[in-house]
């Protein structure tokens, strides 16, 4: 199975901050690589998918990059609304193994 | 307005068995792969399995934790999803999703809509 770390696992940020989680692949799955945002008690929300292509209504704010091992999602000026956990999950292969979460709370 | 809408949570012994359902609206059923994951309290994201449409024969994947235990099916003239689970574990305890399978141009598959999950309890 291919394995996802997360780094960091916390994070503790003030609106208005820029923010990188990092997300890696214990080998390389091209751009086969998804983020989703999971706010407590709700589902997870897609934000991006193929690494990088915004998912339909997430704000600009957003955005994504990388391939191969390394990906990054980052959030270019933090909102109230964003402070969540972040999830990436690959789809190179089966299982679609989940990276364990980054929680991004409020400074 | 897509819609999913699990049930069939709740308490169950450890060794038991629950069907977990999930009716989908809004979209055409028949024609979109669907999977389940699962999350245990206070912890993260785990996937569970898929079942692709008719048209890719009704496979399944699923994870190794659940594999042989857990079993993924479809009712596509009623738009329903199940999970069936037999021989549950105090670590199968967890919110249970079903959610849409998009696929993009690129071969791409991924969660585009969720449910709101429902709980299942393994205790004695």
């Known amino acids: 199975d291919i394995q996802l770390t997360q780094s960091p696992s916390f994070l503790s940020a003030s609106v208005g901050d820029r923010v990188t989680i990092t997300c890696r692949a214990s080998?390389?799955?091209?751009?086969?690589l998804v983020w989703y945002q999971q706010k407590p008690g709700k589902a997870p929300k897609l934000l991006i998918y193929a690494a990088s292509t915004l998912q339909s209504g997430v704000p600009s704010r957003f955005s994504g990059s990388g391939s191969g091992t390394e990906f990054t999602l980052t959030i270019s000026s933090l909102q109230p609304e964003d402070f969540a956990t972040y999830y990436c999950?690959?789809?190179?292969?089966?299982?679609?193994?989940f990276g364990p979460g980054t929680k991004v709370d409020i400074k | 307005e897509v819609q999913l809408v699990e049930s069939g949570g709740g308490l169950v012994q450890p060794g038991g068995s629950l069907r977990l359902s999930c009716a989908a609206s809004?979209?055409?059923?028949?024609?979109?792969?669907m999977g389940w994951v699962r999350q245990a309290p206070g912890k993260g994201l785990e996937w569970v399995g898929r079942?692709?449409?008719?048209?890719?024969?009704?496979?399944?994947d699923y994870a190794m934790s659940v594999r042989g235990r857990f079993t993924i099916s479809r009712d596509d003239s009623k738009s329903s999803l199940f999970l069936q689970t037999n021989s549950l574990k105090t670590e199968d305890t967890a919110v249970y999703y079903c959610?849409?399978?998009?696929?993009?141009?690129?071969?791409?598959?991924?969660?585009?809509?969720w449910g709101q999950g429902t709980l299942v309890t393994v205790s004695s």
């Open positions: 959610a849409r399978i998009y696929r993009n141009n690129w071969g791409e598959d991924y969660f585009d809509y």
């Open positions: 809004g979209f055409s059923f028949s024609d979109h792969y």
């Open positions: 079942i692709r449409n008719k048209a890719d024969s009704y496979s399944t």
């Open positions: 999950q690959q789809l190179n292969s089966y299982p679609r193994t």
């Open positions: 080998q390389g799955i091209r751009s086969y």
